[in-house]
């Protein structure tokens, strides 16, 4: 019981603080379409990730397109290990027609695990069974460009690390691939993407929250020396006393 105390007292110690992007410097971000026939679409909209969103949405994003377990699974495992810190999402579309532009921008708690995510991607995109082929966007030796065939769109997305955070731009249609543009439109926003987004602690009172957690800490200390202090007392009242040998009866034969 003492150890397993001692371990939780530890755990709290070293274990680090949840983190999260603030969601309007993220929107600012992620800039609006040049073309005024597009209408954003609203929050909440099905098939469309448009808002912020954390690792179980983006999960669930994932899920309701059709992906199977596995890959949300390996998608998550990734995601944890880079650092994945949050993320949001813009969505628009011309009504009455087959086109969509995509905006994403996804934060991590350091410019590597941002970096390590867009490598992950590309591999992943590849090995997509509508993957097309590889296109230059011109940005950085890192950025990358496909273009994917798929539920009778076509599609050319940008993806590129700045900072600490990986932007997806992409563009589907079912009258071309619109690669110049989404190209053109990708390289707008890496020019104004800010170099790396602040995070902060999700409390809105994070020195309360430091002072709660110090107290729980302390709790735990002292919970520590009160179970030490008993089990001494515990032993001491039950080890077996020295016997004073004038007070042993004498034997009769």
Same mark, same amino acid.
Request: charged share 15%; proline share 6%.
């Given at each position: 019981?003492?150890?397993l105390?001692?371990?939780?007292?530890?755990a709290?110690?070293?274990?680090?603080?949840?983190v999260?992007?603030n969601?309007?410097?993220?929107?600012?971000?992620?800039l609006?379409?040049?073309d005024?026939?597009?209408?954003?679409?609203d929050?909440g909209?099905?098939?469309?990730?448009?808002? %912020?969103?954390?690792?179980?949405?983006?999960?669930?994003?994932?899920?309701?397109?059709?992906?199977d377990?596995?890959?949300?699974?390996?998608?998550?495992?990734?995601?944890?290990?880079d650092? *994945?810190?949050?993320?949001?999402?813009?969505?628009?579309?011309?009504?009455?027609?087959?086109?969509?532009?995509?905006?994403?921008?996804?934060?991590?708690?350091?410019?590597?695990g941002?970096?390590?995510?867009?490598?992950?991607?590309k591999?992943?995109y590849?090995?997509?069974s509508?993957?097309?082929?590889f296109?230059?966007?011109?940005?950085?030796?890192?950025?990358?460009?496909?273009?994917?065939?798929?539920?009778?769109?076509s599609s050319?997305l940008?993806?590129?690390?700045?900072?600490?955070?990986?932007?997806?731009?992409?563009?589907?249609s079912?009258?071309g691939?619109?690669?110049?543009?989404?190209?053109?439109?990708?390289?707008?926003?890496?020019?104004?993407?800010?170099?790396? *987004?602040?995070?902060?602690?999700?409390?809105?009172?994070?020195?309360?929250?430091?002072?709660?957690?110090?107290?729980?800490?302390?709790?735990l200390?002292?919970?520590?020396?009160l179970?030490?202090?008993?089990?001494?007392?515990?032993?001491?009242?039950r080890?077996p006393r %020295?016997?004073?040998?004038?007070q042993? %009866?004498?034997?009769? %034969?």
């Amino acid at each position: 019981m003492i150890q397993l105390a001692a371990a939780a007292a530890i755990a709290l110690l070293v274990s680090p603080s949840t983190v999260t992007p603030n969601p309007q410097i993220l929107r600012a971000a992620l800039l609006e379409p040049t073309d005024a026939s597009f209408v954003e679409a609203d929050l909440g909209t099905s098939g469309m990730l448009e808002g %912020p969103f954390d690792l179980q949405s983006y999960m669930d994003f994932y899920r309701s397109s059709g992906t199977d377990e596995g890959t949300v699974r390996d998608i998550a495992q990734n995601l944890r290990h880079d650092g *994945f810190a949050g993320g949001y999402g813009r969505e628009w579309y011309r009504p009455g027609k087959r086109d969509v532009l995509g905006e994403m921008v996804m934060v991590f708690t350091t410019s590597s695990g941002a970096l390590s995510f867009d490598h992950t991607s590309k591999v992943h995109y590849a090995g997509n069974s509508g993957f097309g082929s590889f296109v230059n966007p011109h940005l950085d030796q890192d950025a990358f460009a496909f273009t994917y065939s798929g539920d009778g769109y076509s599609s050319t997305l940008v993806v590129f690390a700045k900072g600490n955070a990986m932007f997806l731009v992409g563009r589907s249609s079912d009258a071309g691939f619109n690669t110049d543009a989404t190209v053109t439109h990708a390289d707008r926003i890496y020019a104004a993407a800010p170099s790396g *987004f602040p995070l902060q602690a999700p409390s809105s009172q994070p020195a309360l929250g430091q002072y709660l957690r110090l107290l729980g800490i302390a709790g735990l200390v002292a919970l520590l020396m009160l179970a030490t202090v008993v089990a001494v007392v515990v032993y001491v009242l039950r080890a077996p006393r %020295p016997v004073d040998p004038a007070q042993v %009866p004498e034997s009769r %034969p």
